[in-house]
C-alpha cells in the first residue's frame, strides 16, 4: 500500500491529491492519510491548517486506516519512536528531500511525505486531475459574471503573493523572486505573444495592486475572502493565459486551465534556497515559460 500524507495549505494538498491520483492511475493501492489536519497534530503546527480539500465538490479518494499507517511508519508512541530509531530497517518511509523522486513509482509499500510541486510527477493526468478537482457553484454571483467575463476576452490571470512573504522569516525563503522587473517582462511576454490581452490581477493586498496597476487593461478580482478564497483558483483557471506568483495556489490555477493554447509562466525559483538549471526545469515543467527575478525571460 502507498499512503501519502496530505499537510499544509491548498497548493500542497492538491499536489498531494495529485500524486495520490497518479499512484491510482497507476493500479497501486494508494490512500490518503489525513491526520496531519485532526485537533490533536494542529496544536504542534505553526500555521494552523484546515484540510481544505473538503470544500471540494465531491472529490474522490480514499484515506488509510490508523494500523495500515502504523505498519508502515510506527505510531506516534514511545514505542513507535524507538521503532524509528532502533530499528529504521523496519520502517518504510519516504521524506521528499530533492525536486522530483522518480523512484518513488517503484514503491509497493511506502508511507510518502512531501509537499511534490513538481509538475512532472503528474503532469501526464492533468486532464484526469481537471475532471477529479470540481469546485461547488459559488454562491456569490459576482464569481460566475467574472468568469464569463474572462472567457470573452484574451484573459490572463496575474498573481501578485504578499502578505505572509513581507515576513521577514518568509521574506529570507521567498522574496525578491517575483520582483516588479519579473512582473514587468511576464505582462510584456504576454502582450507580445497575445496581443488585445487584459489582465486579471489576483493578490491578498489589493490595496497595492490597485495603486501599482491601473489603466483600462487591468482588473483588480477582489471578490473571495476567508475560506471562500479557494474559488481564485478556480477563477484563474477560466483565464486563457496565466502568470504565477512562487506559489502553489497560482500554480494551481494554470493547471487546471484547460486552454491548449495557453501561456503559462512562473518564476526561475520557487526558494531563494534553489538554483536555476534551464534543461532541468524545461523537462520538468513542460510547456512553461521562466523568468528570474531580474527580468530576465530564460
Known amino acids: 500500500m502507498i499512503i501519502i500524507q496530505a499537510a499544509g495549505g491548498l497548493g500542497n ?9 497518479k499512484f491510482v492511475r497507476m493500479g497501486k493501492e494508494a490512500r490518503l492519510d489525513l491526520s496531519w489536519f485532526s485537533d490533536e497534530n494542529q496544536k504542534e503546527v505553526l500555521k494552523k491548517r484546515e484540510l481544505e480539500l473538503a470544500y471540494f465538490d465531491r472529490l474522490i479518494y480514499e484515506t488509510c486506516h490508523p494500523e495500515d499507517k502504523i505498519r508502515l511508519i510506527g505510531s506516534n508512541t514511545l514505542s513507535g519512536r524507538l521503532r524509528r530509531k532502533l530499528m529504521p530497517f523496519t520502517v518504510h518511509w519516504f521524506k521528499e528531500s530533492g525536486m522530483y523522486h522518480p523512484e518513488i513509482f517503484d514503491f509497493e509499500d511506502m508511507y510518502i511525505s512531501g509537499y511534490f510541486a513538481c509538475e512532472k510527477y503528474y503532469s501526464d493526468i492533468l ?3 481537471r475532471e477529479k478537482i470540481q469546485f461547488p457553484v459559488s454562491s456569490n454571483p459576482l464569481n460566475r459574471e467574472m468568469a464569463q467575463a474572462m472567457k470573452e476576452r484574451n484573459s490572463v490571470s496575474v498573481h501578485i503573493r504578499r502578505g505572509d512573504y513581507l515576513d521577514s522569516e518568509n521574506a529570507a525563503m521567498f522574496g525578491n523572486i517575483c520582483t516588479d522587473r519579473y512582473y514587468e517582462t511576464a505582462i510584456n511576454l504576454v502582450r507580445e505573444l497575445s496581443p488585445g490581452a487584459h489582465f486579471y490581477l489576483f493578490s491578498d493586498d489589493t490595496a497595492y495592486v490597485s495603486q501599482k496597476y491601473q489603466g483600462p487593461e487591468y482588473t483588480v478580482v477582489d471578490i473571495n475572502h476567508g475560506k471562500d478564497s ?4 478556480w477563477l484563474m483557471s477560466q483565464c486563457r493565459h496565466n502568470i504565477c506568483a512562487n506559489s502553489t495556489f497560482s500554480f494551481w490555477g494554470a493547471r487546471l486551465n484547460g486552454n491548449e493554447d495557453k501561456i503559462m509562466i512562473r518564476p526561475t525559483i520557487h526558494k531563494n534556497s534553489q538554483m536555476f538549471v534551464k534543461k532541468e526545469m524545461e523537462g520538468l515543467w513542460q510547456g512553461w515559460k521562466f523568468i528570474d527575478p531580474y527580468g530576465k525571460l530564460e
Open 127 to 129: 486532464y484526469d486531475l
Open 230 to 233: 479557494f474559488y481564485d483558483i
Open 13 to 21: 494538498q492538491l499536489q498531494q491529491y495529485a500524486l495520490y491520483r
